[in-house]
């Protein structure tokens, strides 16, 4: 164990939320969010690699699905950092419009590793977005609002070949338009 006390901190931290989480098996997925969930906690001295997470989540006997990032995924990861910022519904549709474009281009590339890397990422945004829309804590309208993204996220993730257009569609809907009509997106 190393001299300081806040890794130890960090580690129980780590298994802690591993196991509110009560996964089979950590992913990717997994491991980012208990990566963000630990900065939340300690603030940026929790800041950690996910490799020290996978490590801690290792050594403690749970299932990881992991592996050390290939070149060809390591060369994409940059791609993937700062994707699920999304505090209104014109970010969430910027974060679809490039995890869709990310997909369609590892899809070309034949890049397996970095497609599957999308739709972590992408589970990853539709859980935040209903952790935060189910939160009683959090403003109703943003609560209505991350509902709404969640459900953008559920359907790209099943029909991501249909979305733009499902949304567009959905944009003009009377419900969405009453609902959110002073953040509707504008049209170009």
């Known amino acids: 164990m190393s001299p300081a006390s806040g890794s130890s901190t960090k580690k129980a931290f780590i298994l802690d939320a591993a196991s509110k989480l009560a996964k089979p098996r950590f992913t990717a997925a997994e491991i980012e969010q208990i990566r963000r969930q630990l900065i939340a906690h300690l603030g940026e001295s929790g800041n950690t690699s996910p490799d020290y997470i996978v490590s801690v989540l290792q050594e403690a006997g749970m299932r990881v699905v992991w592996s050390t990032r290939s070149d060809t995924e390591g060369k994409y990861e940059e791609e993937f950092s700062d994707l699920l910022h999304f505090s209104s519904l014109e970010d969430a549709e910027m974060c679809l419009v490039r995890l869709d474009e990310l997909l369609r281009k590892f899809r070309a590339a034949g890049e397996q590793p970095a497609t599957e890397r999308v ?60 609902q959110f009509a002073e953040k509707i997106i504008p049209e170009d």
Do not use: C
């Open 119 to 178: 739709w972590e990422v992408a589970r990853l945004g539709h859980r935040r977005a209903e952790m935060i829309a189910r939160n009683p804590k959090v403003d109703p309208q943003k609560r209505a609002e991350k509902a709404e993204i969640a459900h953008w996220f559920s359907i790209w993730l099943n029909t991501p070949d249909a979305f733009f257009d499902w949304l567009e569609v959905r944009k003009q809907t009377p419900e969405f338009r009453e």
